[in-house]
């Protein structure tokens, strides 16, 4: 395994991470309080910093370190997440996708935006609690801002014990270049912070003692009495003479991953016996243990000791902040009861994190794709099994029979199970089009909110990657022309915030996404005017409501009244039904003015399996995809009319629609058929017309395999794919929309057979 | 295998000689994957007419070139006798339908004779050499030249 192979699993765990990152914000931004939720999203920026920082990508680390650090303040119950709040880390969720993004592919980041942010997330951690702020800066010398630590520890009933370990400046002009081994003093003082992120000072020391020969000191001195003693707090700090031949740099990189949660000091020792403080110890890590041990026995005491230490903190903060008392002093009851569920819950997460690891198992797509591969196989294997044994077997009673009875279902289970590895739920698509909906109506001025339900549904691989696109585009035509503006609403009489639902839900062996508003619905008759400005439908057209809604799906349509940056270049609604039809779906939309409008999208839960009509056109069979047919009829030779030279319309409902038989298009059969001998299928194409497709005979529906035409040949035109039948034969599956495209007009047809005729020379 | 490898030792290769009509034609066994019986195809609209069709090949579509007619003869009739080599060219797995495979060859390069000099443009296209092997004269082919490019089709 190589750098890069582990750098593209780091990656695959960011996208997870972030994932997580957004939908536990978007539960707080919903209300959720529980200390878990904080602590998923504190994991999860924590987890990239971590990553990214053994891959030294430092944009992403320090981006991710300012958003740690005030995440730590409402992890800490020291800024309460706001709405106000939440909008700005979710935005830096944003940024943070942004930023991850980059580092994998390349490519820039808004400078302009991560700087900004950057800002409004210390002004977060320093606005609400100075204190905050000070774990990032490098710490200066003076004592004032002391009291920091102590205020992210509860347990600081004497503040003043703080001061009895100060870093004290010393001149750095003797530090001069020498290859002589020098002595340095390193001065530790681990944070409460360190050991919440898991960090260990042991360890950490541990790794100091490869640098050169070093001795020890640890100052105990901070240790409160024992019934005063947070169990989580920080209170031993080190003293540590380094004898190296390295540099100072060399010695920070020992603490590179803590520096941000101790304080750390590293200066050149002048002499080498200058006197210590204290007496060396040998470094042993029993003393932590100890440490330790009486943690648990004071857990205890903890709880009433927790009013103490919220006055400790309020007190802590008046004197650094006055204008902010009373803000500190309205938090001092939460905190009382938090701060023991937040312990609590820090706990059960350890435990949580590793029982979830080891559930999930990433499979290269094509190890699946070729296990799917084989199932279908086995499966026609199976019915040309049953159909040969059936044939030579005229009792139908024997237990080959009945064994193949078993071997049928058991085959259907294992095709069920097997579709159901490609099988994902849609919520990475719906989590993305909550960032959209935050990013058009912020540009656009709007509030709104994403409502998502059946996040969970699940549908291929490959119908959610293809399906961001259209979504993206409807969500931004809803936010910009679907929901009014603020005052429009509130002078509706509606709630200022706008609400965009996003539903997705199983119907009949297919997914149904649903797209509702609750802006002002369709102006039918701004859409009315603008389809006769563009020429889309004669002025004097007769339209149902429902006729004028679908109009937004035509080509070439906008009603926005000025193009914007978002939406409204009149290529959207059209480009979304293509793309919808080309999954194989279908999508409707139904609008009540005033009230809002509703898509609703109905797409194949796979695109390995197709529902088709099995059809037989000039001794061949046929598929026609079933989403293509819009009705079946038996013609009569009363509403065949001929047109033309060679054309025929067919008469359905008093409307006249062209005839095409297929097996002519197809150059199966050298004359046209009689059409009152065969069936006819009403198609609906790509372009939007109607057209009655004749066929011979229809012999059923089925559900068929897919299996690629190009793959050994090459693409025939009028044929989308094969497929292969229970009886063992190729089948090939129609493609509507060329048949319909090859029949509009001779020449149109001519041309096509022309070209394949070229094809065939070039073959040849 | 250790046939094989002698024989690629001194030189000498293997081929898989088949019948069309009363003449024979061989071809490299390497580019041979499987040979089977011949099963009905479904035809194709438009394709050219030395291709019969599509049949299942264990579940893959496998187009059907009838050999003796891509080769400028008489279209064949496939009756149960028939038989299909499947064959790799190039990147792509087609099923050339033949009347039967007579034998394996191996030969060495001495035993193949330069293709006599005819007027042909199509003969001269295919045909590789000709091997004179108890006084039967069989055509050694090339498939790569029958079956062009996927891209130069498209075009």
Partial sequence: ?764 | MSYAVKNLAQGSRELIAFRIGDQEFCVNIMSVREIRGWTKATGLPHSPSYVMGVINLRGAVLPIVDLSARLGMRRAEPTPRHVIIVAQVKNRVVGLLVEAVSDILTVTDENIQPVPEVSSELERQYARGILAIDKRMICLIELDTLFPDTDSEAA
């Fill in chain 1, 1 to 764: 395994m190589d750098m890069n192979e582990i750098k593209e699993i780091f990656f695959q765990e960011c996208e997870e991470q972030l994932a997580e990152l957004e939908s536990g914000l978007l539960k707080l931004n919903d209300g959720d309080r529980d200390p878990e939720t904080v602590n998923a999203v504190f994991r999860a920026v924590h987890s990239i910093k971590g990553g990214a920082g053994a891959f030294g990508l430092d944009d992403l680390v320090s981006f991710a370190h300012v958003f740690e650090t005030t995440l730590d303040c409402v992890r800490s119950n020291k800024l309460e997440p706001t709405q106000d709040v939440l909008k700005v880390m979710l935005k830096s969720a944003d940024v943070l996708a942004d930023l991850v993004s980059a580092s994998r592919d390349g490519g820039g980041v808004d400078e302009g935006r991560s700087r900004g942010l950057v800002k409004e997330l210390e002004a977060l951690a320093r606005g609400e609690l100075p204190t905050g702020g000070a774990a990032e800066a490098p710490k200066p010398a003076a004592p004032k801002p002391a009291p920091a630590p102590a205020a992210a520890a509860p347990a600081a009933p004497a503040p003043t014990d703080e001061s009895g370990f100060q870093p004290v400046p010393f001149s750095f002009d003797d530090e001069e270049e020498t290859i002589v081994p020098s002595v340095y003093e390193v001065t530790f003082k681990p944070r409460r912070e360190l050991y919440a992120k898991g960090n260990e000072a042991a360890l950490l020391l541990r790794d100091l003692t490869r640098v050169g020969e070093m001795s020890i000191n640890c100052d105990t001195e901070t240790l409160p009495h024992f019934d005063k003693m947070d169990p989580e707090g920080a209170y031993f700090s080190w003293k540590i003479s380094v004898k190296t031949e390295k540099g100072e740099q060399d010695i920070r990189s020992v603490f590179e991953f803590a520096e941000w949660d101790c304080d750390l000091d590293v200066k050149l020792a002048e002499t080498t016996d200058e006197e210590l403080p204290m007496v060396p110890v040998p470094f042993d890590l029993s003393a932590l243990d100890d440490d330790s041990a009486s943690e648990e026995d004071a857990a205890e005491d903890a709880a009433s000791i927790q009013a103490a230490a919220a006055e400790a903190v309020a007190a802590a903060e008046t004197a650094t902040n006055v204008s902010k008392m009373a803000a500190a002093a309205s938090r001092v009851e939460k905190k009382e009861s938090q701060a023991a569920a937040a312990a609590a819950a820090a706990a059960a997460n350890a435990a949580n994190a590793a029982n979830s690891a080891g559930q999930t198992i990433r499979v290269d797509l094509d190890r699946v794709d070729r296990l799917i591969n084989l199932v279908g196989e086995l499966v026609i294997n199976q019915a040309m099994l049953s159909q040969s044994v059936i044939e030579n077997d005229t009792t139908g009673t024997s237990s080959i029979n009945m064994g193949l009875e078993e071997l049928q279902q058991l085959t259907r289970e294992i095709q069920d199970s097997v579709m159901a590895i490609r099988a994902q739920p849609v919520k990475p698509v719906f989590q993305r089009m909550s960032r959209i909906v935050r990013e058009v109506a912020d540009m656009v001025g709007k509030s709104i909110r994403l409502v998502t339900e059946g996040e969970n549904t699940e549908v291929d691989k490959t119908v959610i990657d293809k399906l961001a696109e259209p979504l993206t585009h409807m969500i931004r035509n809803a936010v910009d022309h679907g929901i009014e503006s603020p005052e429009k609403r509130e002078a509706a009489g509606k709630n200022p915030e706008g609400t965009v639902k996003l539903t997705a839900k199983h119907r009949s062996g297919r997914i149904v996404i649903e797209l509702v508003d609750d802006g002002a619905g369709i102006n039918r008759e701004k859409v009315r005017q603008k389809a006769i400005d563009n020429d889309l439908i004669p002025a004097d057209a007769n339209l149902s409501d429902e006729e004028i809604d679908n109009l937004i799906f035509m080509p070439g349509f906008s009603t926005a009244d000025k193009i914007s940056d978002i939406s409204g270049r009149g290529v959207g609604m059209d480009v979304v039904k293509r793309s919808i039809q080309a999954l194989g779906g279908r999508i409707s939309i139904s609008s009540r003015p005033g009230l809002g409008s509703t898509f609703t999208m109905s797409l194949p839960l796979t695109l390995a399996v197709l529902d088709g009509m099995v059809v037989t056109v000039a001794g061949q069979t046929l598929v026609v995809p079933l989403t293509a047919i819009v009705e079946t009829l038996q013609p009569e030779a009363s509403s065949i009319h001929s047109f033309g030279a060679n054309q025929r319309l067919i008469s359905i409902r008093n409307s006249f629609c062209p005839l095409v038989d297929v097996g002519r298009i197809l150059n199966f059969r050298g004359t046209q058929a009689n059409p009152v001998e065969g069936v006819a299928l009403l198609v609906e194409s790509e372009g939007g017309g109607q057209r009655a497709l004749m066929v011979d005979a229809i012999q059923g529906q089925r559900q068929v395999v897919i299996k690629s035409l190009e793959a050994n040949y090459t693409h025939v035109p009028g044929i989308a794919a094969a497929t292969i039948l229970g009886d063992g034969r190729v089948a090939l599956i129609l493609d509507v929309d060329a048949v319909v495209a090859a029949s509009r007009g001779q020449s149109l047809k001519q041309e096509s057979s022309l070209k394949s005729d070229m094809s065939l020379a070039a073959a040849g």
